[in-house]
């Protein structure tokens, strides 16, 4: 199913304006937040194919949102790619957590605009 539209929780504006630039010139929708109580709401009030999350957020974590869209009872957001974008070193059970929730977990160190927009494609295909 093609990703069209996608959300992006991401507090550092350098990189945000990044992603967001590369994925609207990749022909992409984009909306931009920058906390993780803004991330939530925006996520579990609109559908969006997939959504870039940072794991180091002001007000509420990526791990917690994560938790709060899939973790529970039912996965609030069964039709949506949820992509993990991090620097911050995970201990191995944290990690390995959040990749269940998850359908790609990425080192933001090790990804340029290019490389994700690759990932996001490959995620089209499943």
């Given amino acids: 199913?093609?990703?069209?539209?996608?959300?992006?929780?991401?507090?550092?504006?350098?990189?945000?304006?990044?992603?967001?630039?590369?994925?609207?010139k990749a022909g992409y929708e984009v909306?931009?937040?920058?906390?993780g109580n803004d991330g939530l709401i925006t996520a579990r009030n609109k559908q969006y194919d997939a959504i870039l999350l940072d794991?180091?957020?002001p007000e509420r974590r990526g791990t917690e949102i994560l938790d709060a869209l899939r973790g529970g009872?039912?996965?609030?957001?069964?039709k949506t790619h949820v992509i993990v974008l991090t620097n911050?070193?995970?201990?191995?059970?944290?990690?390995?957590?959040?990749?269940k929730h998850a359908d790609a977990y990425l080192i933001k160190?090790?990804?340029?605009?290019?490389?994700?927009?690759?990932?996001?494609?490959k995620l089209e295909d499943k």
């Fill in 1 to 24: 199913m093609p990703i069209k539209t996608i959300l992006c929780i991401e507090d550092d504006r350098f990189i945000g304006e990044m992603y967001v630039r590369s994925l609207k």
């Fill in 31 to 35: 909306d931009w937040v920058v906390d």
């Fill in 55 to 57: 794991v180091m957020l």
């Fill in 73 to 78: 009872k039912e996965d609030l957001i069964p």
């Fill in 88 to 99: 911050f070193q995970q201990d191995d059970e944290s990690r390995i957590a959040m990749q």
């Fill in 109 to 121: 160190a090790e990804i340029t605009p290019k490389k994700l927009i690759s990932v996001i494609e």
